[in-house]
């Protein structure tokens, strides 16, 4: 998509579930088609994504989605897809971000332009999207290798984990479920849970919990269509003092202070 906005706006894609992998490039210009910020991020749709666009610039995005059966093939056999997922795992609670750069810049146009009108054109935009996904994982494996990143977690408990991280963040409007109950959907003691918790997402379960929560407040009060009262309401604050307390803490800002 492209576009240019006047005002700052907020591009939010709400979690749909289903754990497909989605490389997310967004190129933004000036209004002399200078280019001010470019960024390229690994999310899935198991996760919110935010993105907050300047006032006054022309905005360039192209999504990817991919399935996990299309990364496997990209990967191949000759990588540890174990460590792979663990990585993703762990960087997709708070994106997998890079810097984009005049190569990632070229393919988004490419992709932009291309009109796909018959095989060949529908041919190019494929291949284009190809060099894209290459290049992002290519640049993650070198990551992973030079940083050692490991965590010392199998899949089977991962994936648990990962399901009880859903269960924590499904409704901010109630109180958090307690430890006992997150670690039994983790299948696992309450003590162990905790641990695994913090070493995937890098932060205790309600520290966590409270970060997400404030996420989704700003993005609720960015978006216009609530009023602060209501915003303190759907995060589950009654005490609309003590709601500005945490926001202020979150961001250095009063929630009335978004516009």
């Not at 890079?98 to 291949?127: F, M, V």
């Amino acid at each position: 998509m492209s576009f240019n906005n006047t005002e700052e706006l907020l591009l939010h894609r709400k979690s749909t579930g289903g754990n497909i992998n989605i490389l997310q490039i967004v190129e933004i210009q000036d209004e002399k088609d200078t280019i001010i910020k470019s960024s390229v991020f690994l999310t899935s749709t198991n996760h919110d994504w935010l993105y907050i666009t300047p006032a006054n610039s022309k905005v360039k995005s192209a999504a990817i989605y991919i399935s996990q059966d299309n990364l496997k093939e990209f990967l191949g056999d000759n990588v540890d897809r174990e460590m792979i997922q663990k990585y993703m795992a762990f960087k997709l609670s708070m994106y997998h971000y890079t810097e984009g750069d005049n190569e990632y810049s070229i393919l988004l146009r490419e992709i932009l332009s291309t009109e796909a009108k018959g095989d060949l054109e529908l041919l190019h935009a494929e291949n284009t999207v190809a060099l894209i996904v290459e290049r992002f994982f290519t640049s993650m494996l070198n990551d992973i290798m030079q940083k050692n990143f490991d965590i010392k977690i199998d899949n089977w408990d991962l994936a648990r984990i990962e399901d009880a991280e859903q269960e924590l963040v499904k409704d901010f409007s109630i109180l958090p479920p307690p430890i006992t109950h997150l670690a039994k959907i983790a299948s696992m003691s309450p003590s162990k849970f905790k641990s695994c918790f913090r070493e995937i997402y890098g932060a205790p379960v309600y520290q966590y919990y409270q970060k997400q929560r404030m996420n989704k407040a700003k993005s609720m009060l960015m978006s216009n269509k609530y009023t602060v009262k209501e915003v303190g309401i759907e995060v589950g604050y009654l005490n609309l003092s003590n709601f500005a307390k945490a926001f202020k803490k979150a961001f250095d800002q009063l929630p009335s202070d978004i516009d």
